[in-house]
């Protein structure tokens, strides 16, 4: 049996699976920054000969699940930002590489989980009811100028229903 080609990987490998077990035991305020700081430690591994960011992002998502959170869906449209978060957490700030998951988690549950729980006459937030051709900006503004039924709520974002969307 010939020895791995990278002899430290199995040990980091290792280190990563114990410390991502360890993840339900971190404050709920800083589980962003420990997801962050997971995710970039698995990406400086690169465990695979190809596909590690698809690897490690599918990883990302697995950890959250198992959490009780949705999903994170990062898009392809920001590859820059993500790299420039990557290299700021191979630095020591987690910050920037933290963010992505969180609003990643928020933007699933505005597209998905709220709309289908309050139904097509329920006032939810305008990114619940963005889709690709009209998007949560353009609502606030229609919002603004009348042009779309709406209500402000008391912490000063708009609230409208997919009936009055439609």
Same mark, same amino acid.
């Given at each position: 049996?010939?020895?791995?080609?990278?002899?430290?990987?199995?040990?980091?490998?290792?280190?990563?699976?114990?410390?991502?077990?360890?993840?339900?035991?971190?404050?709920?305020?800083?589980?962003?920054?420990?997801? @962050?700081?997971?995710?970039?430690?698995?990406?400086?591994?690169?465990?695979?000969?190809?596909?590690?960011?698809?690897?490690?992002?599918?990883?990302?998502?697995?950890?959250?699940?198992?959490?009780?959170?949705?999903?994170?869906?990062?898009?392809?449209?920001?590859?820059?930002?993500?790299?420039?978060?990557?290299?700021? @957490?191979?630095?020591?700030?987690?910050?920037?590489?933290?963010?992505?998951?969180?609003?990643?988690?928020?933007?699933?549950?505005?597209?998905?989980?709220?709309?289908?729980?309050?139904?097509?006459?329920?006032?939810?937030?305008?990114? @619940?009811?963005?889709?690709?051709?009209?998007?949560?900006?353009?609502?606030?503004?229609?919002?603004?100028?009348?042009?779309?039924?709406?209500?402000?709520? @008391?912490?000063?974002?708009?609230?409208?229903?997919?009936?009055?969307?439609?």
């Amino acid at each position: 049996m010939r020895p791995p080609p990278w002899p430290e990987v199995p040990h980091l490998v290792k280190d990563w699976i114990s410390d991502a077990g360890d993840l339900r035991q971190v404050d709920e305020l800083m589980i962003t920054e420990a997801l @962050a700081e997971l995710h970039a430690r698995f990406e400086r591994i690169h465990p695979f000969l190809d596909g590690n960011g698809r690897a490690g992002r599918l990883v990302l998502d697995l950890l959250l699940v198992r959490l009780g959170y949705p999903p994170a869906i990062i898009y392809k449209g920001s590859p820059s930002r993500y790299l420039a978060a990557l290299r700021r @957490a191979d630095d020591g700030d987690t910050g920037p590489l933290g963010e992505f998951p969180a609003r990643a988690v928020l933007d699933n549950l505005y597209k998905f989980v709220v709309p289908a729980v309050a139904g097509p006459a329920r006032l939810v937030p305008l990114p @619940a009811l963005s889709t690709d051709l009209l998007s949560a900006n353009a609502l606030r503004v229609a919002a603004t100028r009348c042009r779309l039924k709406a209500a402000k709520s @008391a912490d000063g974002s708009w609230r409208s229903s997919r009936t009055w969307v439609d």
